[in-house]
């Protein structure tokens, strides 16, 4: 059963519903790509165009103010056309962007290419998740849902890989084949998507009971499974659990429409839907405000900091970047369903701000120094590495499985679609403004400034984030209740409306 046996038969995964997700987070691959090669691009792309550090933030950071757009809009379009369609969607405007990149003829054009991508990312990463959550059980959800996560990782190190492999052709060629090859995946997707089911949730959301029976047999393990997961959808959705028409009409109190949506999450929400709010909009600012794009991003600066001056060494050690993300990815998705949420966030911080706060250290003493100390330089890229590994670690792949299963179905595309507008709202802030923070008080003191806000951090998710390991997302909303606690040592009277 859903409820009964998560704990203790975690690791009973449904190859069917396995499939889904990583059909799912192929989208998650391409948007990682785009973000990990961008870091060795703009090396060629700066020395072409002869462009500023100004123009060079607005170029890292243009796809990210872009995907607000797509965020937002992805969570309404996934309600009314399904998750499904969505994905085929976001597939084709990565195609587009990627082809405008890849011809790039002038700054102007690559910045065009860059914010349709931008639009792509929006929507990819508010729908993967989503998808994967929604087809998982409770007990492989945290496994399944960061599997986008591990997308995003393994198309980072490819994009690192491409840097470093087109590295050595022409200047005027190199970069835009790393920018333009990724329209090749983003159109075999648009079209292999279309082999997927839709999710059964969505399609009870839509009255579609028949078609979301048939999809739920396939995605759990055996058919009690199966019959308890509809049960308790029904339930959610207002329809009798005993029902067994093909199609039912939805009473409109519980539908996903339009305004109503809207006005009923942002200005009238119940405390445990208040609750959730700020949970998931908190955990996505600050998965960002951390600093970890200023690390991915421009990793190529801060080993010209610490003393690698060589671009092509600099790119080899930003693969070591990416391979150190995705190793630790890994290991957050095999622990995520065992360990639980909170204890895997609670460690990451904890370590970020260890190696964050070391990294501000050692590369202040390594600038002071004018690159004399050696044993500086080499701390400086260990704690990069340190902060790589522990934001992968929890941070990284928490925040993505925590929003996807949080919100009720009624508000889950909407919810997740404002936590990823946030989500990238942040990540264009840093990415735009780290090069001028960095002028303005140092690399090392813009390392400080981001452990400081991990700090914060790490008091926000403690007294705010509940455990939601091995609940059913039918259940979320009542986790958020008055009363309800963080961990068992959090008093019960922290609640939600008081804030």
């Keep these: 059963m859903e409820n009964g046996t998560a704990g203790e038969n975690p690791i009973r995964i449904n190859k069917y519903a396995c499939a889904c997700a990583i059909v799912a987070s192929m989208i998650s691959i391409i948007f990682g790509y785009d973000t990990g090669v961008m870091s060795g691009a703009m090396i060629f792309v ?35 056309i399904g998750r499904r369609y969505t994905i085929v969607i976001a597939s084709v405007i990565f195609l587009l962007g990627s082809v405008v990149m890849g011809y790039g003829p002038s700054y102007a054009v690559l910045l065009i290419g860059r914010c349709v991508a931008g639009v792509g990312v929006g929507f990819a990463l508010m729908i993967a998740p989503v998808y994967s959550a929604e087809v998982s059980a409770p007990s492989t959800r945290g496994f399944l849902s960061s599997l986008p996560e591990v997308g995003i990782s393994i198309g980072i190190l490819l994009g690192y890989l491409s840097n470093y492999i087109f590295s050595g052709l022409p200047l005027r060629l190199g970069w835009r084949i790393m920018l333009g090859i990724a329209a090749i995946p983003s159109l075999f997707l648009a079209i292999g998507i279309l082999r997927m089911p839709e999710s059964p949730r969505w399609l009870i959301m839509k009255g579609r009971l028949g078609e979301a029976k048939e999809i739920m047999y396939k995605v759990s393990n055996d058919p009690e499974e199966a019959e308890f997961r509809l ?41 445990s839907l208040r609750w959730i709010l700020i949970a998931g909009i908190g955990i996505h600012f600050f998965e960002h405000a951390t600093g970890i794009e200023a690390v991915i991003l421009y990793s190529h ?45 609670l460690t990451s911080l904890s370590g970020m701000i260890v190696t964050l706060t070391g990294l501000g250290i050692f590369l202040t003493l ?82 400080f400034m981001f452990a400081a806000i991990s700090v914060i951090a790490l008091i926000f998710f403690y007294f705010f984030l509940p455990e939601t390991k091995g609940k059913s997302l039918e259940e979320m909303e009542a986790l958020f209740t008055r009363g309800g606690t963080c961990s068992n040592h959090v008093s019960k009277e922290v609640e939600i409306g008081k804030y």
Excluded at 64 to 79: I, K, Q, Y
Excluded at 332 to 340: A, N, W, Y
């Design 366 to 447: 390594a600038e002071h120094s004018g690159g004399k100390l050696i044993w500086a330089l080499v701390l400086s890229i260990i704690t990069t590495y340190g902060v790589v590994m522990f934001f992968n670690i929890g941070l990284g792949p928490v925040t993505w499985v925590y929003t996807a299963e949080i919100f009720p179905l009624k508000f889950r595309g909407l919810g997740v679609g404002i936590g990823v507008a946030v989500n990238r709202l942040m990540n264009a802030t840093v990415s735009m403004s780290f090069l001028s923070i960095s002028a303005a008080i140092t690399t090392g003191g813009a390392f």
């Design 46 to 80: 700066k020395k072409e165009f002869k462009i500023s550090d100004a123009k060079t933030e607005v170029l890292a950071g243009i796809l990210n103010l872009c995907a607000l757009v797509g965020s937002l809009s992805a969570g309404r379009t996934s309600d009314y």
């Design 301 to 345: 600066k801060i080993f010209d900091k610490a003393g690698v001056h060589d671009h092509k060494h600099q790119i080899l050690a930003t693969v070591g970047v990416g391979l150190t993300k995705l190793t630790f990815i890994l290991l957050s998705t095999i622990l995520i369903d065992r360990v639980g949420r909170r204890k895997l966030l």
């Design 231 to 271: 049960k308790e959808i029904k339930k959610a959705m207002g329809i009798d659990e005993n029902c067994d028409d093909e199609i039912v009409k939805i009473p409109d109190s519980v539908k996903a429409q339009g305004e109503g949506v809207w006005k009923e999450l942002l200005l009238k929400p119940t405390k």
